[in-house]
């Protein structure tokens, strides 16, 4: 059961908790039934194969951190209001094929109510809310249901109103700590609603690093070049593990109950190496094998970074494609009128790592548009011959121009 835990925390470096150095408790140990158990054995695919393919098509950043937690969450909420292929499409995606959704939901619950129950000293948050456009009609279902299973708060607003977008961001802001502090931009006309997670965790090491042993050391980017970095360094007796691909310690917050886990490539190894590797068994398997203690002066580099990614193509891959899709997608859980589909999904998250510990928050936003065609819509049927061109935006350069006589003639 551990090892399914972790990656709800290792995997992304969410494990956190707060504690006295002098005042360690001993690390409690949750029992699920066999429904939550299959949840997080779900949880833990869904988690990797999300990694992976963020890694795999990552081009802007150089560094990144996803909660697969904040994602499920918001998904799950969504999930409420999903039918048919949607539907089955998103639990193929969640990997909860299987599950019952009433399963599903109460397993998402208990859950949560054990990861923030851990440890009385653990600052670990974990809220989820609902804002819909003022005057769209809901289901009571999918508000009660998400009301109750997920503690989300529902709340309409004047989706016109400026205020509307600070409203949400606010939300965001507060539930983060103010470490992420705004995650939409704008609201658009089509725009009918926004379910969103957000996960907020602060832990102090079990055993601290000294800030005057911290120091300026060499980091080898991939590249071959190298940087000078604050380095935090301590010799301690700590779980390790290594194989052929890379070497692995283990470093606990608090009680326990929550760990981070560093994974360094062999030498001539690669990370991609090691994402390649990840599956649920791989994954089992690594963990299971941190049971040797071994004394080592360990480095680590301090980290403060931010990361956000729109995951629309990466939950495409995943197999949820016509949850995106206008005219294809089923959400009549969340309105009998259907003709809504996800505009977007958005994530971000934050981490710092330091002498102390480390701090880490997560939001997940899932955006809801209605493909309903108004009734002032124009009309535009390019029936019968046209010209047109092709331009270049910033210089008004003309890059293409043409006319079409015949759509069919291919001379």
């Known amino acids: 059961m551990k090892s399914s835990f972790s990656i709800l925390l290792a995997l992304v470096l969410l494990v956190l908790c707060s504690c006295n150095q002098d005042d360690i408790t001993l690390p409690k140990t949750i029992t699920l039934d066999e429904k ?13 194969e999300l990694f992976q393919k963020i890694y795999a098509q990552e081009e802007k950043y150089d560094n ?23 539907k089955t499409a998103m639990e193929k995606t969640l990997k909860v094929y299987g599950l019952t959704p009433e399963e599903i939901n109460e ?6 109510a054990a990861l923030q129950s851990l440890d009385p000293k653990v600052i670990l948050e974990i809220a989820n809310a609902i804002y819909y456009r003022e005057g769209f009609p809901v289901e009571n ?3 009660s249901t ?3 299973y997920y503690d989300a708060e529902v709340e309409a607003l004047d989706f016109n109103s400026p205020q509307a977008v600070n409203t949400i961001n606010n939300w965001v802001a507060e539930k983060t700590h103010d470490k992420i502090d705004k995650i939409i931009d704008n609201i658009s006309a089509n725009h009918v609603m926004f379910l969103l997670n957000a996960i907020y965790f602060k832990g102090i090491w079990q055993s601290e690093f000294d800030e005057d042993d911290t120091k300026d050391l060499p980091f080898y980017l991939q590249n071959g070049s190298s940087l000078q970095v604050p380095t935090m360094q301590k010799t301690e007796s700590l779980p390790y593990f290594s194989n052929n691909i890379f070497r692995a310690v283990k470093l606990a917050y608090g009680a326990g109950n929550y760990n981070m886990f560093v994974f360094l490539p062999q030498e001539e190894k690669t990370v991609e190496a090691i994402v390649e590797e990840l599956n649920v068994d791989s994954w089992k398997d690594w963990m299971e094998s941190f049971t040797d203690t071994v004394n080592m002066d360990l480095k680590l580099p301090r980290l403060k970074y931010k990361y956000e990614i729109k995951l629309n193509d ?3 891959d995943m197999g949820m494609g016509v949850a995106f899709t206008r005219g294809a997608a089923d959400f009549t859980g969340i309105n009998k009128g ?3 589909n996800i505009d977007y999904v958005k994530h971000k998250t934050f981490i710092e790592v330091n002498e102390k510990g480390t701090e880490a928050a997560a939001v997940t936003v899932v955006s809801i548009e209605t493909t309903s065609v108004g009734p002032h819509n124009m009309q535009f049927n390019v029936n019968r011959p046209f010209l047109y061109a092709i331009t270049e935006k910033d210089t008004d350069a003309i890059l293409f121009m043409g006319t079409v006589k015949n759509p069919k003639s291919e001379e």
């Open 36 to 48: 939550s158990a299959e949840l997080i054995e779900a949880e833990n695919e869904f988690g990797l």
């Open 141 to 143: 279902d999918f508000v």
């Open 314 to 316: 990466v939950l495409t």
């Open 107 to 112: 397993s998402y619950a208990t859950l949560v």
């Open 338 to 340: 259907g003709n809504l």
């Open 64 to 86: 990144i951190m996803v909660s697969p937690l904040s994602v499920s969450l918001a998904l799950a909420m969504t999930y409420n209001g999903a039918n048919g292929e949607t």
């Open 146 to 148: 998400n009301r109750n």
